[in-house]
């Protein structure tokens, strides 16, 4: 049988309060205003016109050492061609998800190139990636574009061209690159071939309806 509750020691140290639960972050979006601004090429001054702001309280945002009104980051939003969930909306763990074997391959208009979408639409993301499927003796054309870029072979050889430069890549070669230097690729070998393709490129993949809702800096110009 328990005896009476004993007396607190003289001396002894008081009782730790409970562990209060740790309270909700705000969102951290000012880096998510900078780099769409700075992919728009827009300066300081000309977004914060755009919404109606100053150009030092922009700066603050952009630091996060300031937070804007809704309705503030609405106009910001909206001189920047993207809706307020752009900044705002908490991804699900479910939604970043793709898997092998229920991807939908698709292709872009009459190309002959085959695409598995890997990203997911994260808001504020700037992140792409996909699996390139190139059929026996295609070759691109020469582009050039902001945005960094890295190929995977998965399958068969391409034939990387950058600047001056000729690559030839087997399965698991790697090539990282700055897209604004010209580049083109190919299938250099005799059967088809695959390659996996992340950038920070502007998106082009998805629905067409689905870019001009979720992205402004949609380009119409095939990636990689």
Same mark, same amino acid.
């Given at each position: 049988?328990?005896?009476?509750? $004993?007396?607190?020691?003289?001396?002894?140290?008081?009782?730790?309060?409970?562990?209060?639960?740790?309270?909700?972050?705000?969102?951290?979006?000012?880096? @998510?205003?900078?780099?769409?601004? @700075? @992919?728009?090429?827009?300066?300081?001054?000309?977004?914060?016109?755009?919404?109606?702001?100053?150009?030092?309280?922009?700066?603050?945002?952009?630091?996060?050492?300031? /937070?804007?009104? *809704?309705?503030?980051?609405?106009? *910001?939003?909206?001189?920047?061609? &993207?809706?307020?969930?752009?900044?705002?909306?908490?991804?699900?763990?479910?939604? $970043?998800? /793709?898997?092998?074997?229920?991807? /939908?391959?698709?292709?872009?208009?009459?190309?002959?190139?085959?695409?598995?979408?890997?990203? /997911?639409?994260?808001?504020?993301?700037?992140?792409?990636?996909?699996? &390139?499927?190139?059929?026996?003796?295609?070759?691109?054309? &020469?582009?050039?574009?902001?945005?960094?870029?890295?190929?995977?072979?998965?399958?068969?050889?391409?034939?990387?061209? *950058?600047?001056?430069? &000729?690559?030839?890549?087997?399965?698991?070669?790697?090539?990282?690159?700055?897209?604004?230097?010209?580049?083109?690729? $190919?299938?250099?070998?005799?059967?088809? $071939?695959?390659?996996?393709?992340?950038?920070?490129?502007?998106?082009?993949?998805?629905?067409?309806?689905?870019?001009? @809702?979720?992205?402004?800096?949609?380009?119409?110009?095939?990636?990689?």
């Amino acid at each position: 049988m328990g005896g009476p509750p $004993a007396e607190p020691q003289v001396g002894a140290p008081p009782a730790e309060p409970l562990a209060s639960a740790p309270a909700a972050q705000p969102p951290q979006f000012g880096g @998510r205003i900078r780099e769409l601004r @700075r @992919r728009a090429g827009m300066t300081l001054q000309a977004l914060a016109d755009e919404a109606g702001i100053s150009v030092g309280f922009l700066s603050q945002v952009e630091r996060d050492k300031a /937070t804007p009104s *809704l309705a503030t980051l609405a106009g *910001l939003a909206g001189a920047l061609g &993207v809706g307020v969930n752009w900044f705002i909306a908490a991804p699900r763990a479910a939604d $970043a998800v /793709t898997r092998a074997g229920e991807r /939908t391959r698709f292709s872009i208009a009459d190309s002959s190139l085959g695409y598995e979408r890997l990203d /997911t639409h994260l808001p504020g993301g700037t992140l792409s990636s996909l699996i &390139v499927h190139l059929p026996v003796g295609y070759a691109s054309e &020469v582009s050039r574009h902001t945005g960094e870029e890295m190929i995977f072979v998965l399958e068969g050889t391409i034939r990387q061209t *950058l600047g001056e430069a &000729v690559i030839l890549l087997g399965p698991g070669d790697s090539f990282h690159f700055m897209g604004d230097t010209p580049h083109s690729f $190919a299938n250099a070998g005799e059967g088809p $071939a695959r390659l996996l393709w992340t950038g920070t490129s502007p998106r082009l993949i998805g629905s067409p309806d689905q870019n001009e @809702r979720d992205n402004p800096l949609t380009s119409q110009q095939e990636r990689p």
